[in-house]
């Protein structure tokens, strides 16, 4: 007798619903930024992640805020442009430049992240809290094989 070929279906497969679930709350997401703060989701992310792990280049920014560079760079121009983000020069790198939060960009980071919390509690709302702390350990456990395996033969498959 062969041997079933047949592929599991593609519904079946954790990444394929990983990327399901990212896309349905990014969708959410973008549409709560625009809303509530006027603000793409790239700048939203953005101005979380300076907000959070300030002061920042550029390169770190978009590795902190789950964009590519080119995104990064252009959402923290926007982000500039509105006066919620300041461009300073790099005091290790002459070239760089570094991200920091403006006294008008702080009140704004705050109300971000209070609608973050919301949009958390709400995609996690149907867990127990125990639920919650193991689906966290296995992501943290994920991330971290994600990220050793990066030095391997290239980056890991989505």
């Known amino acids: ?55 920042l280049s550029v390169k770190d920014l978009a590795a902190q805020a789950n964009l590519d560079k080119a995104q990064a760079s252009r959402a923290a121009q926007m982000l500039v442009e509105r006066d919620l983000v300041q461009k300073s020069a790099s005091e290790t790198d002459a070239r760089g430049v570094v991200l920091t939060l403006t006294r008008t960009g702080r009140p704004l980071w705050r109300r971000v992240m209070r609608l973050i919390e919301q949009r958390n509690a709400d995609i996690f709302g149907c867990l127990s809290k125990a639920e919650r702390r193991q689906l966290e350990t296995l992501f943290d456990r994920l991330i971290a094989h994600a990220d050793t395996r990066q030095g391997d033969s290239g980056p890991a498959s989505p």
């Open 1 to 55: 007798m062969a041997a079933d070929t047949t592929p599991p279906a593609l519904q079946d497969f954790l990444t394929w619903r990983l990327h399901r679930l990212a896309k349905l709350t990014d969708r959410q997401s973008t549409d709560a930024y625009a809303s509530v703060f006027g603000l793409g989701v790239g700048e939203a992310r953005c101005l979380a992640a300076i907000g959070q792990f300030a002061p």
